[in-house]
């Protein structure tokens, strides 16, 4: 067989896989969607203890893992931010388990990104206290997609040049790597700044997912992504040993994913929930009523001053 056949083949025995998985977890009861999310927290030291070779050899895109992390993760505690008169959220309480899938919602403009930097010490909180656990090691990708090299090729801003490269700490070929982005053949000898939204979103995937770490913080990561990078996202966070914080308008990625939600729900209020997407779609259906399914534009309370 020719390489381009059996490279064929292989994609097709990729995707079929990933329907019948795809279909297992539509078949699942709301119940055993729950237990199945939950399981990776429960399965957090077995997962801390796969090595990095181990996941390269498995999985098509393979984050390499950090330290392991202790009981505090991310811990929130009574939280407020406002910019002039506009109160973003405020007396926000929330803490991170090892090995939690957080999927943060709402609207454009209600704060998500603002959390993303406040975790990341870009910006302070205005009261309250977000305490990170010793051993947390950070990655972390934003939206804007402005931090890449445009004046080197796809292949130079990942590999520098070398042929080998560290991916945590397993040694890779750095035209291997590249290509597990979907980034094949002349593909990788594209200039950044001719890269459309999709293909800049994979590189910086790709350039974040080089360093260890135990926290990820993915901030709209499925923004314009192929189906085939897509689904090896997906696996690649199930197996990953460490905690996610992701922002996405994405249902099936959050059903699939999240062990909890932070819903920014409009009026300055952000709720932390327990379970997945759909299941914190029921519940703000049964708290708020019907008109909680009818999009809202976003609004904010005041702060009132003296």
């Known amino acids: ?40 927290i429960t399965a957090y030291e ?3 203890g796969q090595t990095a070779e181990s996941m390269s050899r498995d999985l098509q895109i393979f984050i390499p893992p950090g330290p392991r992390l202790g009981e505090i993760v991310v811990d929130a505690k009574g939280i407020s931010k406002a910019y002039g008169d506009k109160l973003l959220f405020s007396d926000l309480d929330f803490r991170i388990p090892p090995g939690a899938v957080v999927g943060v919602i709402g609207a454009n403009g209600a704060g998500k990104s603002t959390l993303f930097r406040l975790i990341l010490g870009q910006e ?68 950044v700044s001719a890269l459309s939204g999709g293909e800049r979103n994979r590189l910086q995937m790709a350039l974040m997912l080089k360093d ?4 990820l913080l993915l901030d709209e990561p499925t923004n314009d992504l192929d189906v085939n990078t897509l689904r090896a996202l997906e696996e690649a966070i199930e197996r990953y040993a460490g905690s996610v914080i992701v922002t996405s308008h994405d249902r099936w990625f959050l059903d699939r994913l999240a062990t909890h939600i932070l819903a920014f729900e409009g009026n300055s209020e952000v709720r932390w929930f327990d379970g997945n997407f ?16 009818t999009p809202k534009r976003v609004r904010f309370a005041r702060i009132k001053r003296d």
Do not use: C
Not at 212 to 215: D, T
Not at 278 to 293: C, F, N, Q, V
């Open 46 to 48: 077995k997962l801390a």
């Open 124 to 191: 302070k909180v205005d009261s309250g206290a977000i305490v990170l656990g010793e051993t947390v090691k950070i990655a972390s990708m934003d939206q804007s997609r402005y931090s890449l090299p445009e004046d080197k090729t796809v292949w130079e801003a990942v590999s520098n040049g070398l042929d080998s490269i560290a991916i945590g700490n397993a040694t890779v070929n750095s035209r291997a790597y590249v290509a597990r982005f979907n980034f094949s053949g002349s593909d990788q000898q594209k200039p």
């Open 212 to 215: 260890e770490s135990n926290l």
């Open 278 to 293: 759909t299941e914190y779609e029921e519940d703000r259906i049964k708290r708020l009523g019907e008109e909680a399914k």
């Open 1 to 40: 067989k020719s390489k381009r056949l059996e490279a064929e083949e292989k994609s097709e025995d990729k995707r079929i896989k990933t329907l019948e998985r795809e279909l297992e977890w539509i078949r699942m009861s709301p119940k055993a969607r729950h237990a199945k999310s939950k399981s990776r």
